[in-house]
């Protein structure tokens, strides 16, 4: 198999955290932005509070994935490893016969948390 396989769980789960990574980016610029003009002090802030300012938030409301790899299993793991060119004439790999993995990341809503507990 390919130096660049990886376990099937490990790739979704990398895909995961680079959407996370995303989402916190751009949290994070939005809280800059409003730390911005607070900073500014009360008389910068105080007309935005007039007017019921908020800040926009932004969300990635879902990731789709869709991979062509081909699998392989060793021990108890599905490795997984990227068909392109370079696979291809390496392994005189046909991508007709690649596995097609396709997946959707979506936010989930909190959950309810149970009072007086």
Do not use: C
């Not at 800040?55 to 990731?63: D, K, L, S």
């Not at 990227?82 to 392994?91: C, H, I, K, L, M």
């Not at 989930?108 to 948390?113: F, I, K, L, M, R």
């Amino acid at each position: 198999m390919d130096r660049l396989a990886v376990p099937l769980g490990d790739l979704i789960a990398a895909i995961g955290r680079s959407v996370a990574d995303a989402q916190l980016t751009i949290d994070s610029r939005v809280l800059e932005h409003f730390s911005a003009i607070y900073d500014q002090g009360v008389d910068a802030f105080e007309p935005l509070r007039a007017i019921r300012y908020q800040p926009t938030w932004y969300q990635i409301a879902e990731a789709s994935a869709q991979l062509s790899v081909a699998l392989s299993v060793t021990g108890s793991d599905v490795q997984a490893a990227p068909v392109d060119a370079n696979y291809q004439s390496r392994f005189n790999y046909r991508r007709e016969s690649a596995s097609s993995l396709k997946f959707r990341i979506v936010p989930v809503p909190d959950a309810v948390q149970p009072t007086g507990a």
